[in-house]
T-cell receptor, first 115, second 114 residues
Framework: AQKVTQAQTEISVVEKEDVTLDCVYE???????LFWYKQPPSGELVFLIRRNSFDEQNEISGRYSWNFQKSTSSFNFTITASQVVDSAVYFC????????????FGSGTRLLVRP | DAMVIQNPRYQVTQFGKPVTLSCSQT?????MYWYQQKSSQAPKLLFHYYDKDFNNEADTPDNFQSRRPNTSFCFLDIRSPGLGDAAMYLC?????????????FGQGTRLTVV
């Protein structure tokens, strides 16, 4: 069973639009962490945020915001006023207590922001 | 400045011919990881080193080996590459091995098998 699901394979928006990337996860652990990574065309994955399972407070960082809802097992990522430089593949990932070193990635969402 | 450096960025190898990919880090991190990422798929962990301690994932094929001669360097050896091994190989590091640990990734080596 897939533990991290990113149902949106590809999203295309016009610059300045807001866009939300969905992430749904599955775990039996009560202690876990969720992450978002960005993979630009250059290839390296860039860490964006982590959130632990006990902290459901939403977070905002500039144009980025994250909405964590345990009730729906979701950790969604919103980019406000998107820019061309936001074009990348975005991965949601999970770590669990029994294999704490291992990032379990979703399949990624490719975001294309058109000028 | 790049902190996790992978060489080469692109590698072409012949079917069955051993190939080595390299990764170096300037972060002095304890943990180094190798991920395989096939086209349009999620990165998949192959193995990792915690200091000198090698940890293989259960489903990593025997064809893949790794060496870590010192803290800074880690190598991925593919003994007999097949067409199915064509992928992006990502090296990553982290300070420690923990549930909340941020990983730092290199730019990857794209391997083509001909």
């Amino acid at each position: 069973a897939q533990k991290v699901t990113q149902a949106q394979t590809e999203i295309s928006v016009v610059e300045k639009e807001d866009v939300t990337l969905d992430c749904v996860y599955e775990t039996r652990d009560t202690t876990y962490y969720l992450f978002w990574y960005k993979q630009p065309p250059s290839g390296e994955l860039v860490f964006l945020i982590r959130r632990n399972s006990f902290d459901e407070q939403n977070e905002i960082s500039g144009r980025y915001s994250w909405n964590f809802q345990k009730s729906t097992s979701s950790f969604n990522f919103t980019i406000t006023a998107s820019q061309v430089v936001d074009s990348a593949v975005y991965f949601c990932a999970l770590t669990e207590m029994d294999s704490s070193y291992k990032l379990i990635f979703g399949s990624g969402t490719r975001l294309l922001v058109r000028p | 400045d790049a902190m996790v450096i992978q060489n080469p960025r692109y590698q072409v190898t012949q079917f069955g011919k051993p190939v080595t990919l390299s990764c170096s880090q300037t972060l002095n991190h304890n943990v180094m990881y190798w991920y395989q990422q096939k086209s349009s798929q999620a990165p998949k962990l192959l193995f990792h080193y915690y200091d000198k301690d090698f940890n293989n994932e259960a489903d990593t094929p025997d064809n893949f080996q790794s060496r870590r001669p010192n803290t800074s360097f880690c190598f991925l050896d593919i003994r007999s590459p097949g067409l199915g091994d064509a992928a992006m190989y990502l090296c990553a590091t982290s300070v420690e091995r923990g549930i909340d640990t941020e990983a730092f990734f290199g730019q990857g080596t794209r391997l083509t098998v001909v």
